[in-house]
């Protein structure tokens, strides 16, 4: 009953970007009861082998001193780490049916950050269209949540997305390593947007996509021709239904597992979020890309 | 190119504008739709967009040209184009050979048939016609060589007279009818007599290329030229049969004339001919049974054309017809008079019986050749249902309308609206004379119009609608009306037959008026005792009423199909000889006819004239212009409108297949 929380149309209703937050991760968490592999306190996980170069720190001396071979300790809730959400608020942005993708996506980067803090994470925000609109450095404090729920909460739509500016500008904010999590429509050149991003990923970053479509952008359909004007430039375009059903969808897919692929590729992780998705995905792949990075 | 109904094609042209503005109306339909992003819409989209347009304009440019094209077909447009008449390319061949009367002659009609069947093309298509009062078609238009010699074979020679008027009248409508130029082959014996007496009733299409082939010469001929017999007698002894003989481009001759009846010869006379002329000899006597008698006078001596050396007449042997007087009061004045004048005639053929109106109730009227009443009062009341009757079946009554007449508000049996007696008195007018009198009718053509004949007191009659009025007084007042009822007639004499109300009984046209009306009324006038070839004989009097007729042919077959026999009004003679005419009731008539006399005459038209006939066609058509009397041809117009809507139904057929193909809201 709780999961129906995680519905997009069903958090529509709730006002607040704070309640919606706590009422996706609080779902969320009532549902992890089966995965004791995710937890927030500082708890043994495992051992393995030492192989050289590890840190003798993490040695575990009493085994060794049983059983002569060097094993690691490994523990679980790190918390030290960082985890920067950059929100694209480019006009294609509100395209779509209630909730339209920036309102999902603010459920979604709300729920995340809500999530991060749970888990003692320092959490930032960069709100960006052409260029940074927004910068909140990642933090830990009390307050800090806040303060990031309300940035989200009162971001608008902009202008056009150009990944190339604002994403020279990201190396800058983000100096340590930690968690990037990129939440837009990516409307450019998958290789473009790839090698905008990539360098997030040399500094150690884990760096994860989620890519946000409308079902109408997915699978469109119309009655009979139409002109289509670009919500961004204005450009206006006459297609058919036997277009947009055929040839347009195999250019969407074809988009779609370009950008999946290209970012396997440069070692990120992509994500398609469907706006009619549940958001518990979005946070499984925030847990797993987390549990990478310890 | 021109148009029959060009406002059509306007109102086509402004219906154009429908899909015109439907089209556009379709194009304004694409509402603009928001989108996220066009980045995948790439250029190939609007390709596609593209050829969707040129579509809808193929749809509309076909929906326009249907559109268009069913004005253009209402609008009836054709094409002018010169007649094809003038088409040398095209020519049809017609052989025509003269069967008329005259080719009896010697052997002029195998030489005939000969010229023609030489004279048939060898590849073209030609048609093999007859020509004598009329054109018979004997066959089809045809290549075959066979089947056109067939056809000229079976020719035969007819009793008919020729007429070149005819040939040219069946050449310019088949040559019109065709669309074709022809080139005709005439085989004649070219005679003179043949000739219209207009040479414009000769001209031909303009393209028509005629060549006669003469094969006549000049001959002398005799022939009995006419006879002159009574038509009906009761006493065959007195009959007094004339009979006219004439040569021909003949030398004086003398001629054997022999009269026979029913084929056995009465009499036989010799008769002096004189050259170029006409010698008349008398038979007096005939003998025969009662009924009809087939009457034939004949020249024994051969010459050139023998068959024109008969002559036929029919006289019908027969008691003297009944006449049945009516009257008030039996031996009047007017009965004295009637009675005297209609059985002092030499030629008479009616006997008065005179019977009171009471005693008339017992009669058989049928048995009278007509029935007349004198003065009819109320006493002929009691029979006028009867005579009415009578009347409507075909009986004739003869009316005098005398004080007792006028008297009744409408005269007896006629119904006519009587205004009482109009007498002539010394303040007024002492008489009144006939003023209006119509001398072709019957019964007053040898009454000198009634001149001098005065009448002091008449039946004031108002004539129907439908009446016939022959005579009028100076008054206006209608003297003798004919009445048409049923079957038969009335003739209503507006005074008396006495010397009392007019003088008509002692004056001199009172006699032939009698004995006239009394030959009208018994039919013995309408009968002639020879017709001529080719004239029609008269089978029904009432129209409209169903009877049968039956004609005998003079080779005893029947004249008439069942259809004719039951419907026909008419019958065409077209053999000389004699008819045997059975009508309703049993009425049984011979008719003699015999072949026009001109046909006798074999003399060939000069050969200027039948250059002139030939030339009447080729000529106009070398030329370039027309012939004398005949305007120039029209250029034909070809209408093409069955063509154009031939087009719009394929238009409409591609307009259907696109727009299911294009317009269809796919699911």
Known sequence: MQQNYLDPHVLSAISGLDLVAKTVVQGFINGLHRSPDFGFSQEFAEYRMYSPGDDLRHVDWNVYARAERMYLKRYKGETNTKVTVLLDLSKSMSFGKKPNKLEYSRYLVSSLVYLAVQQRDATGLILFDDEVRQFIPPASRVGHLQKVLHAVEKAEVGQHTNFAKPFSQFLEYIRQRGLVIVVSDFYADPETVIQTIAPLRWKKNEVVLFHILDRQELEPSIAGPATMIDIESGEAVEVTPEYLKTEYRAKMNQHIEDLHSKAQGAGMEYFLMPTDKPLDAGLREYLAARKGRM | ?667
């Not at chain 2, 089209?23 to 739709?33: E, M």
């Not at chain 2, 021909?248 to 001629?255: G, Q």
């Not at chain 2, 009443?373 to 009347?391: A, F, Q, S």
């Not at chain 2, 007024?428 to 209006?436: H, K, S």
């Open chain 2, 1 to 667: 190119m021109g148009l029959l109904s060009p406002w059509w094609l306007l109102a086509g042209v402004v219906g154009a504008g429908l899909p015109v503005w439907l089209h556009l109306l379709q194009q304004h339909k694409q509402d603009p739709v928001e989108f996220a992003s066009t980045m995948l819409l790439e250029k190939r989209t609007e390709s596609t967009t593209y050829q969707r347009r040129l579509k809808y304009k193929l749809l509309m440019a076909l929906r326009l040209l249907l559109l268009l094209l069913i004005a253009l077909a209402f609008a009836q447009p054709y094409l002018s184009k010169p007649p094809a008449i003038l088409n040398a390319g095209n020519t049809l061949h017609i052989v025509v050979v003269d069967n008329s009367f005259s080719m009896r002659e010697g052997d002029r009609l195998a030489a005939a048939k000969s010229e023609a069947t030489s004279a048939l093309p060898t590849a073209a298509a030609a048609q093999v016609w007859s020509l004598g009062s009329h054109v018979s078609y004997l066959s089809q238009t045809s290549k075959d060589r066979g089947e056109l010699t067939g056809a000229i074979n079976s020719i035969g020679a007819s009793d008919e007279k020729s007429s070149f008027a005819e040939l040219s009248r069946a050449l310019r409508d088949s040559a019109r009818s065709n669309s074709r130029p022809l080139k005709v082959t005439f085989v004649t014996d070219a005679q003179r007599t043949a000739l219209p007496p207009s040479f414009a009733d000769l001209s031909l299409e303009p393209g028509s290329e005629l060549k006669v082939v003469d094969i006549g010469r000049k001959l002398a001929n005799y022939t009995i030229e006419a006879v002159n017999a009574p038509k009906t007698l009761s006493d065959l002894s007195k009959a007094k049969v004339n009979v006219t003989v004439a040569g021909i481009n003949a030398p004086a001759a003398k001629k054997t004339v022999v009269l026979k009846v029913n084929g056995r010869s009465l009499a036989t006379k010799t008769v002096e001919v004189p050259e170029n002329g006409r010698a008349t000899v008398e038979f007096t006597g005939l003998e025969g049974p009662y009924g009809w008698l087939r009457g034939e006078v004949e020249i024994s001596d051969s010459d050139a054309l023998s068959d024109d050396n008969r002559f036929y007449f029919a006289v019908e042997k027969a008691d003297p017809r009944k006449v049945l007087l009516i009257e008030e009061q039996r031996s009047t004045r007017a009965g004295f008079y009637f009675k005297a004048a209609l059985e002092s005639s030499a030629q008479s053929f009616f006997a008065v019986e005179e019977l009171s109106a009471g005693a008339a109730a017992a009669a058989n009227l049928s048995n009278y050749a007509f029935v007349v009443l004198n003065d009819p009062g109320v006493n002929i009341k009691g029979i006028e249902t009867t005579l009415r009757k009578y009347v409507e079946s075909g009986g004739t009554i003869w009316i005098a309308a005398g004080p007792q007449s006028a008297a009744m508000p409408t005269i007896p049996v006629a119904g006519f609206t009587s205004g009482g007696s109009k007498v002539a008195s010394r303040g007024t007018w002492r008489f009144f004379a006939p003023a209006n009198v119509d001398p072709t009718f019957p019964s007053l053509r040898r009454t000198g119009r009634l001149e001098g004949v005065r009448f002091f007191q008449f039946a004031s009659i108002t004539a129907p609608e439908g009446a016939l009025v022959a005579a009028r007084l100076e008054d206006g007042s209608p003297l003798l009306i004919e009445k048409i009822m049923g079957e038969g007639k009335v003739l209503v004499f507006a005074s008396t037959f006495d010397n009392i109300s007019n003088d008509l009984p002692v004056k001199p046209g009172f006699v032939p008026f009698v004995e006239q009306t009394a030959d009208y009324l018994g039919r013995v006038e309408d009968r002639a005792n020879s017709f001529l070839v080719d004239s029609y004989l008269d089978l029904r009097s009432d129209q409209k009423r169903a009877s049968s007729v039956e004609v005998i042919g003079p080779k005893g077959d029947r004249a008439l199909s069942l259809k004719e026999a039951a419907a026909a009004n008419t019958l065409r003679l077209t053999e000389a000889g004699f008819y045997d005419v059975r009508r309703e009731n049993d009425r049984q008539e011979l008719v003699a006819v015999n072949v026009d006399r001109r046909e006798s005459a074999l003399e060939p038209v000069g050969k200027e004239n039948l250059q002139l006939w030939e030339q009447s066609g080729r000529g106009a058509a070398a030329a370039g212009g027309q012939p004398a009397g005949l305007d120039s041809p029209a250029p034909e117009s070809q209408s093409f409108w069955w063509w154009v809507a031939v087009a719009a139904f394929l238009a409409l057929m591609a307009e259907s297949f696109l727009s299911a193909r294009f317009l269809q809201v796919k699911a």
